[in-house]
């Protein structure tokens, strides 16, 4: 099964039009040890000022993910426009090394090339936001106590805006962590790899449409599982892969198990991130979706009943996954050989390479508590297939014994940071949802998909997202104030 390794982006409407500026800074290649210490890249950042306040305001910094920066920036209008209002703050969007045009060897080819992508590391990337945060105070005229900074980010960047907050409290002030699941790791205690799919299969709860979804999954594995020796089966597997191809409309024929395979993999892909783009309006940052997208897949799923043949069961399946594939109709076929990178359009080589070292983030599907089937997570196949693509070795355990929160006991010490969560995104299940403390509040949202409170604000948002923004907005500036001139929210500028 797809693991979902592949994005974990902020998944959100665009904002029009280009309001920033754009910079390079020349950042080391490697900040640990003695080697190569010499050797700098051009990493890039954007700077929008139009709301910020230069006696010494805030700095929303956003922590970039697994993808060019613009894509980050066009996709979060709660910071770039919401808060950046309210806070009068400078917002400042860095891109992660080796993506967009952060590469530090010249160019993607030769940067992802084994050795030269081993310090393709997300600690390597939280000291490039560390170097670089200490310069840029600097260069605003800013001392240690004044212009507080904000790290915010969503999904890995959520992930990475909440470690640096607990690993470098001396530079970052406060964090919004959004949808960051930082316990989705191997030594977190009571972890429950299941959790991911079956919130997904929540998403489809209407009308029986997980239990029909399911059927299907369910008679692609049973071929796919079973030995196929005589040419009695043979002749009777032709017939269903040439019924099954039709009722899908597939690009090319399936005519094997490894067919099934990828179509499986094909629904997977559509499934999962309908349910994380669960969104009340329509969107198209992956792909052209109507709002509400998983309930969408369901309409097509009512056809189907007790009687239905193999053929009105995938002809429904094939209309419920064009709600992700083919929403805007160009396509004239399903082409399931999209596999694991159906969602994107984007080289994800790189965030695979994390995957494979300090990101691991294990997850199982069971087809019991879920609507899929039974695929446990196989550590030993996973580390063989890392070593062979990427020349890396997953080390499981790293990210909680390094970061800290294997247990709600470690994460007393840590602080000003606010997770937000929403209750049909999948991520949840190893995200901070539960009270932890004043100090790390924690918002669980309910109708909210994944990170929905980072998007621009708009007609149609859950209450509970604008609750949350408020809730956001409220500890924000509670943990910043110190760092600010007195009277900086009275005296608010109007802009």
Excluded at 145 to 159: F, L, N, Q, R, T
Excluded at 259 to 280: E, V
Excluded at 351 to 380: H, R
Aim: with cysteine; glycine share 6%; proline share 4%.
């Amino acid at each position: 099964m797809k693991s979902f390794l592949v994005i974990l982006l902020i998944l959100a409407i665009s904002c029009n039009g280009q309001d920033y500026k754009t910079y390079y800074f020349d950042q080391k290649v490697n900040h640990e040890g003695f080697e190569m210490n010499d050797l700098t890249f051009k990493q890039k950042y954007l700077v929008k000022d139009d709301f910020y306040r230069y006696d010494k305001g805030p700095i929303l910094f956003y922590c970039g993910n697994e993808g060019p920066i613009e894509m980050f920036y066009n996709n979060t209008g709660f910071q770039t426009h919401t808060l950046a209002k309210e806070l009068n703050g400078l917002v400042v969007f860095m891109e992660h090394r080796y993506f967009g045009e952060s590469w530090p060897f010249g160019n993607e080819e030769e940067s992802l090339k084994k050795g030269n992508n081993k310090y393709l590391t997300s600690l390597q990337a939280l000291n490039d936001y560390v170097v670089f945060l200490n310069w840029f105070k600097k260069s605003l005229g800013c001392a240690d106590d004044e212009c507080p900074v904000i790290a915010i980010g969503g999904s890995y960047g959520g992930m990475l805006a909440a470690w640096i907050r607990m690993k470098f409290p001396n530079v970052v002030d406060a964090s919004l962590a959004a949808s960051a699941p930082i316990y989705q790791f191997l030594n977190r205690e009571g972890l429950n790899q299941t959790l991911f799919y079956s919130i997904i299969t929540r998403n489809y709860a209407q009308n029986g449409c997980s239990d029909k979804i399911h059927q299907a999954y369910q008679y692609l594995t049973n071929i796919i599982d079973s030995p196929m020796s005589t040419k009695y089966f043979k002749y009777q597997y032709d017939s269903i892969f040439a019924n099954i191809s039709q009722a899908m409309n597939t690009c090319e024929p399936i005519t094997n198990s490894t067919g099934l395979t990828q179509l499986r993999t094909y629904m997977d892909t559509a499934y999962s991130y309908m349910a994380m783009t669960n969104y009340p309006q329509a969107s198209s940052f992956l792909r052209s979706m109507p709002a509400w997208p998983a309930n969408a897949s369901c309409i097509p799923m009512e056809a189907v009943n007790s009687n239905s043949t193999v053929f009105e069961l995938f002809s429904a399946i094939k209309l419920s996954t064009d709600t992700f594939y083919n929403y805007d109709q160009s396509a004239n076929c399903s082409d399931i050989s999209q596999g694991d990178d159906g969602a994107s359009d984007n080289d994800m080589s790189g965030w695979n390479i994390l995957a494979c070292s300090d990101m691991v983030l294990p997850m199982a599907s069971n087809g019991k508590t879920d609507m899929f089937y039974n695929q446990p997570w196989n550590f030993e196949q996973y580390k063989e297939w890392c070593n062979y693509t990427y020349g890396v070795t997953p080390n499981y355990d790293w990210a909680l014994d390094f970061y800290g929160g294997r247990n709600d006991l470690e994460m007393e010490n840590f602080s000003n940071i606010f997770f937000s969560n929403g209750m049909l995104d999948p991520w949840s299940g190893g995200s901070p949802t539960e009270y932890l403390s004043e100090d790390l509040p924690t918002n669980y949202m309910y109708a909210s998909a994944h990170h929905n409170d980072l998007r621009l604000p708009q007609e149609g948002d859950p209450e509970s997202v604008v609750q949350g923004r408020e809730l956001e907005i409220k500890y924000l500036k509670k943990w910043i104030q110190h760092k600010l001139p007195p009277n900086y929210f009275i005296n608010k500028s109007d802009y």
